[in-house]
């Protein structure tokens, strides 16, 4: 069974700086591999979807990358803003036809705060 | 504005009741997703529906139920057979239930059981 792992449960950082996020995932047969964001006591918003035959993935100051091989994911965080605080979620999807199990995998998350 | 709404925001239940949490879609999408949140834990998926009058057990679907009458409507029950039904519970949609469709979720409901 998937499971899907992120370290720091948190982090801060000051404002300006560039930083990463991991992801680490123990079967390596996926399909895609998603990063949300969760503000507190709120839903889920999809930030960048990788494919398997992707490397990377980039949207604004955020960048994705993928390494199935390895198993891990990481989403980068360049000059980072106090309104990026937040919990970053990370969720895999198996490679697998139908059923509940091709449905995505959520790790815990990273709670990030970017002080000012 | 399109999207997903859930209802009510917060919920409190006594022990031995059953409660019903609502979401509503108007994105026209066809699947339909039911998630709980323990704190400092991931998502965990409950039920999920792919086309209306049709649903599926998540990983965690005893002691919940669901119906999926009309496309834009999946309410979840939290009956009393669920032992331990306090989190936060997430409602989600995607446009055909794809591998690649993007997951729009809704704002959640707190139930705390008293």
């Known amino acids: 069974k998937q499971e899907v792992t992120q370290i720091p449960a948190a982090l801060s950082v000051p404002e300006g700086e560039n930083l990463v996020l991991n992801c680490s995932f123990t079967?390596?047969?996926?399909?895609?591999l998603q990063w949300f964001r969760q503000d507190p006591g709120k839903g889920l918003t999809s930030l960048l979807l990788?494919?398997?035959?992707?490397r990377e993935q980039t949207s604004g100051r955020l960048n994705a990358s993928l390494d199935k091989s390895s198993g891990r994911s990481t989403l980068y965080i360049a000059a980072s803003q106090p309104g990026d605080s937040a919990t970053y979620l990370c969720?895999?999807?198996?490679?697998?036809?139908?059923?509940?199990?091709?449905?995505?995998?959520f790790g815990s998350g990273t709670q990030l705060t970017v002080l000012p | 504005d399109g999207g997903i709404t859930q209802s009510p925001k917060y919920l409190f239940r006594k022990e031995g009741q059953n409660v019903t949490l609502s979401c509503e879609q108007n994105?026209?999408?066809?699947?339909m997703y039911w998630y709980r949140q323990d704190p400092g834990q991931g998502l965990r998926l409950i039920y999920y529906?792919?086309?209306?009058?049709?649903?599926q057990k998540g990983d965690i679907a005893e002691g919940y139920s669901v119906s999926r009458e009309k496309k834009e409507s999946f309410p979840l029950t939290v009956t009393s057979a669920q032992k331990n039904p306090t989190a936060f519970y997430l409602c989600?949609?995607?446009?055909?239930?794809?591998?690649?469709?993007?997951?729009?979720f809704g704002p959640g409901t707190r139930l705390t059981v008293l």
């Open positions: 989600a949609s995607t446009l055909a239930g794809g591998p690649t469709d993007t997951q729009y």
């Open positions: 529906s792919q086309i209306v009058n049709d649903f």
């Open positions: 994105l026209n999408h066809d699947a």
């Open positions: 079967d390596s047969a996926i399909y895609n």
């Open positions: 969720a895999a999807r198996p490679l697998i036809s139908s059923g509940s199990a091709r449905q995505l995998t």
């Open positions: 990788i494919q398997s035959s992707q």
